[in-house]
């Protein structure tokens, strides 16, 4: 049987569309055993049934656990997360800590992406790098764009050139725009904040976009909450390194930073050098991987 590998760039329900070597998207049917592809696969597709036969091992996958607890993966095969967020509504820390979760267990690289920058103004600016200081430590990138004027699109362009990149975060900030802002030969379906500051939802499912020299882009829905994949405190831990760095400190080899003496993460934030929004980051996920939700909590 003659099969040929291609890229899964959306799935909806038993069906893909798949990017074959030669071009051109192609619609075609999933097996019930191939139940887990998600955009970002590659599968084996027999060309003439369109019937996909298998899937390649993944680098990596970006998953989550929904309001019932249930496993989802969104994409797979990821090099960069860019977690994009806007002047309105306010930053949500806690969903930005618990996506670097998932983003430091794929492994991957991660970044945050301010967009909308033009309707920033000096005071809005001030308050914006305050907001965000707390992951300096981190050496986590933050970039300033305007999709829709232009502004610092180079420079994302250029820090994003090659791999495959994948945008998340709440709906309304603008990720399709960004996207239709690097591909203006694509058509996305671009959506805004309303005026109440909620998002609108405009992309339902997440899609793979190709760009020059081999990286792609892919535009995934937004949400209101992340749910990180974590089963263990080691892959909690991975997800904060600083914490992790400080509690060396500690006077308890398994201290878990809530109440015992001699935590060097308390003795941190006390002494404002680790922000407290880490810190409650933590015992918060913390609590559900002991409860065995990986403390669920809607922004």
Not at 145 to 150: F, K, L, Q, Y
Not at 214 to 225: C, F, K, L, Q
Request: aromatic share 6%.
């Amino acid at each position: 049987m003659i099969t040929l590998p291609c890229r899964v760039v959306a799935r909806f329900g038993s069906e893909v569309d798949v990017l074959p070597p030669t071009g051109g998207i192609l619609r075609a049917h999933l097996r019930r055993k191939f139940d887990d592809v998600v955009c970002g696969d590659v599968v084996l597709v027999e060309p003439g049934e369109r019937i996909v036969t298998g899937r390649e091992r993944r680098i990596n996958h970006l998953g989550r656990r929904d309001g019932f607890n249930r496993h989802r993966t969104i994409a797979a095969n990821i090099d960069r997360v860019w977690i994009v967020v806007a002047p309105r509504p306010a930053i949500p820390h806690l969903l930005i800590d618990r996506f670097l979760v998932g983003i430091f267990n794929l492994p991957a690289s991660a970044a945050v992406v301010i967009n909308k920058y033009d309707l920033v103004d000096a005071v809005t600016a001030k308050s914006l790098e305050a907001s965000l200081a707390g992951y300096r430590h981190l050496d986590l990138p933050v970039l300033q764009v305007s999709a829709h004027t232009g502004f610092g699109m180079e420079s994302f362009r250029d820090a994003a050139a090659g791999g495959s990149n994948i945008l998340v975060g709440q709906s309304g900030v603008g990720k399709s725009s960004l996207i239709q802002a690097m591909l203006p030969e694509q058509s996305l379906r671009v959506g805004a904040v309303g005026h109440s500051g909620e998002g609108r939802h405009t992309t339902t499912t997440a899609r793979w976009y190709p760009s020059a020299g081999g990286g792609a882009w892919i535009d995934s829905p937004g949400v209101r909450d992340f749910t990180p994949e974590i089963t263990s405190i080691d892959e909690l831990l991975r997800g904060f390194p600083d914490l992790g760095d400080i509690g060396d400190g500690c006077r308890f080899r398994n201290c878990t930073h809530r109440s015992e003496p001699g935590c060097a993460v308390r003795q941190a934030v006390a002494q404002g050098l680790l922000p407290e929004a880490r810190l409650n980051a933590w015992l918060e996920l913390l609590q559900g991987l002991s409860s065995g939700s990986s403390g669920r909590r809607e922004i």
